[in-house]
DNA sequence: CGCAGCGCCTGAAGGC
DNA sequence: TGCCTTCAGGCGCTGC
């Protein structure tokens, strides 16, 4: 579930518990996506950046430590090390802190790679701007999501027009716009909605830190507030805020997704 | 190169 | 009560 906003608000906690910190020990589950962390033994870490989804921590050895967090993974910096059964990956701090990666459906994925270097991590690479990047305009919208004819709602997901929408803020985003997300293709006025519409709903939620529905929690153990904000992700049934019509859903793509049959035109 | 399809994971919730 | 099934879904990989 962590998209953006809530990689953000992780990012946000962490980098004045990290920065500055040498890593005197490392270990992790033998998944091998996860044992990659025991590379980033004895570096030390500069600075934690974000792109998308993705949790970027530079290292003083010209490679840069990713974490992605995939469904259900959690970063803490406790005083001691972690003793849940989930723990999929720690790295002991120079100051007797570990930054520690909890993840119980084992979708995250850890990396080291040298910095800047994304060419194995393809999503990584051929990310879209971030919504608050200022490349992020309507007419990149419009081109990119009409160069392919795959859903708009599966384009969103790809990370390629724009970073770091998962399946809540694709919806919240579209419902916003007014946008069908199974449409093919899109017109510029509606891309122009929709942009905004991206960033509005992205922005809003790091403002409330996050939405928590089952799994999230922030690099402090908080919940998000964003879930209360929703007005489209999960309430299939309920009346339309703009038009009462009642939302409708249908899995596209593997993906649940909800829209208003009214109001959000092709 | 684009993209559809699949596998990875496990706790929670629902059905019987 | 307890067993079984279904669901949640981001992304990397494979093969057409």
């Not at 589950?29 to 934690?48: D, L, N, R, Y």
């Not at 120079?94 to 393809?122: E, H, K, M, Q």
Request: proline content about 6%; glycine content about 8%; overall charge positive.
């Amino acid at each position: 579930m962590p998209e953006l906003p809530e990689v953000e608000t992780i990012r946000a906690q962490l980098d004045p518990l990290v920065a500055g910190r040498s890593i005197v020990s490392a270990s992790s589950h033998p998944s091998a996506k996860f044992t990659p962390a025991i590379e980033a033994h004895g570096a030390q870490i500069e600075q934690v950046r974000r792109r998308g989804k993705y949790l970027l921590l530079d290292l003083d050895d010209q490679r840069e430590l990713i974490v992605h967090l995939g469904m259900t993974g959690v970063l803490s910096v406790p005083e001691q090390a972690g003793d849940s059964p989930y723990v999929r990956a720690q790295w002991e701090l120079d100051d007797g802190r570990w930054l520690v990666f909890n993840d119980v459906r084992r979708f995250g994925r850890i990396r080291v790679v040298p910095a800047g270097d994304y060419a194995s991590i393809t999503t990584l690479r051929d990310l879209g701007p971030e919504p608050s990047d200022a490349a992020f305009t309507a007419q990149h919208l419009h081109r990119a999501l009409n160069k392919s004819s795959r859903r708009l709602k599966t384009q969103l997901l790809s990370q390629r027009p724009v970073a770091g929408l998962g399946n809540i803020y694709a919806d919240e985003a579209l419902w916003l716009a007014q946008v069908r997300p199974t449409a093919r293709s899109i017109s510029k006025p509606a891309a122009a909605r929709l942009r905004d519409a991206c960033i509005e709903v992205i922005e809003s939620a790091i403002s409330n830190g996050g939405t928590t529905l089952r799994d999230y929690r922030n690099a402090e153990g908080g919940s998000g507030n964003n879930q209360f904000y929703l007005r489209c992700y999960g309430r299939a049934g309920e009346p339309c805020e703009r038009c009462t019509t009642p939302l409708r859903s249908m899995v596209v793509d593997a993906r649940t997704t909800t829209w208003c049959p009214t109001c959000q035109k092709r």
